[in-house]
């Protein structure tokens, strides 16, 4: 798989103003590699040197260096490419002191690139907007717009007409603002003031999902964001599928600056949602899409493990049906757990009943004993919880139906569990 990012260019300390390559001046030549899965990496032909004379850095020291400390660069040679900037950095090479001067490499939690460079005061905390483009969701979005008329001949010349339409669905909540909006390209203001003779012309549309938030926010804030979207998209669709990298755009002066993000994430297997393979649209969900956002967000922080286990499920697909099997099972007895919590109770009379009748000193141990064995006799079982789970789906389940089902489910898990499968050549 080829990687998201693999260039040469100059690196240099952005904010060190004491360091002795803290300039484009005296960077040092080297590689920076991104992968599909966002770990970044960099290799530098020399050293970024702190003090003089440079010295190793001692082994028993902590390799990682404090958030704040930033390593700039220009990618490509001086007058093209792109500008970068590495964060959460962790030196990984290893040296003795008669190697000096050595190559360094670094690896970091986080990549930043833009077209301009980057300033000494750069903010981290004072994004705007984040972007992204919904490559491969075209056919869940359905919002596909350009149409060409028929030929119109006069004499030599043919007329052919192109119509679009750019679509924009905005959703605004407290938390922020949400939009779906389409960005056509090859009919922009330049094509009314270059009426020349053209060989090729391009028409492209475009998707972004777009979140605003109520104020500026963290890099941290949007990533997390960002996850979210992800995994609204995958329950609504039915399976993962990995979005492009995001972009982070901070607003100065009514003019935008543009980020491209790259962070360490979960690679997913290529999947490209088509109409034959999804579980709604977002032609169903054009009134409600904004609520649905929100109301995940809060949920999934409400509701932990019940939901990740499915979500990293649909990530990452187990090997084998049982393990598959048994991860569902787990989220939904998580689930259940949490639902049921705010309704938990006191034990049950019958068992404080019990446990009353212990009230000779010698029996201490016995009642200890005996409080531990009663702890969770009030939980319902696994079949229960399955069984309540499915039944509170606005689904015209049959019952009888649904309580066998539970029951086979919970007895298939607990095989599983504690034999290994089930016993003999049972199916």
Not at 126 to 147: A, K, Y
Not at 152 to 162: L, P, S
Not at 267 to 283: I, K, L
Not at 382 to 398: C, K, M, W
Request: contains cysteine; hydrophobic residues 35%.
């Amino acid at each position: 798989m080829a990687n998201a990012l693999e260039q040469r260019g100059f690196f240099w300390w952005l904010n060190e103003p004491n360091g002795q390559t803290n300039s484009k001046e005296t960077s040092v030549p080297g590689s920076l590699t991104i992968s599909e899965a966002g770990h970044v990496k960099l290799d530098l032909d020399g050293a970024l040197w702190y003090a003089e004379p440079p010295e190793p850095q001692p082994w028993g020291e902590s390799r990682f260096l404090p958030r704040g400390k930033w390593i700039t660069g220009r990618l490509g040679s001086y007058g093209d490419g792109g500008h970068v900037l590495l964060d959460g950095l962790e030196r990984t090479d290893f040296s003795i002191a008669d190697e000096i001067p050595s190559p360094q490499s670094y690896k970091a939690d986080l990549c930043i690139t833009k077209d301009s460079p980057f300033d000494t005061d750069f903010n981290l905390a004072s994004f705007d907007h984040l972007r992204i483009e919904l490559v491969r969701l075209e056919e869940w979005l359905n919002l596909d717009s350009i149409q060409i008329g028929t030929e119109q001949v006069n004499d030599v010349d043919v007329e052919v007409a192109v119509k679009y339409k750019n679509h924009n669905f905005s959703y605004k909540t407290s938390d922020g603002t949400i939009s779906i909006e389409s960005l056509t390209l090859g009919a922009g203001i330049l094509a009314s003031l270059y009426q020349h003779p053209q060989r090729n012309l391009t028409f492209k549309q475009t998707h972004w999902l777009i979140y605003t938030p109520t104020s500026q926010s963290s890099i941290e804030s949007l990533q997390n964001v960002f996850t979210r979207i992800e995994e609204l998209l995958a329950l609504l669709i039915g399976s993962y599928c990995q979005l492009d990298w995001p972009i982070v755009v901070q607003r100065n002066d009514d003019l935008d600056s543009w980020h491209r993000f790259y962070f360490l994430r979960d690679s997913v297997p290529a999947f490209e949602p088509n109409h034959w393979f999804m579980w709604t649209s977002f032609d169903v969900l054009r009134e409600s899409f904004g609520d649905l956002f929100f109301a995940w967000k809060a949920l999934r922080e409400q509701s932990g493990a019940g939901y990740y286990l499915y979500l990293a499920e649909l990530r990452n697909p187990l090997p084998y049906t049982e393990h598959r099997f048994v991860n569902l099972i787990w989220a939904l007895e998580s689930l259940h757990r949490v639902k049921r919590s705010d309704t938990a109770t006191s034990p049950s009379e019958r068992i404080q009943r019990i446990l009353n009748r212990f009230n000779d000193k010698a029996d201490k141990a016995d009642l200890k004993w005996l409080e531990g064995k009663l702890k969770y006799a009030d939980e319902p079982s696994l079949e229960v919880r399955i069984f309540e789970t499915f039944s509170a789906l606005p689904l015209n389940l049959d019952k009888a139906g649904l309580r066998k089902f539970s029951s086979r489910c919970a007895q298939r898990r607990n095989q599983i569990s504690h034999q290994g499968g089930p016993p003999g050549n049972e199916p």
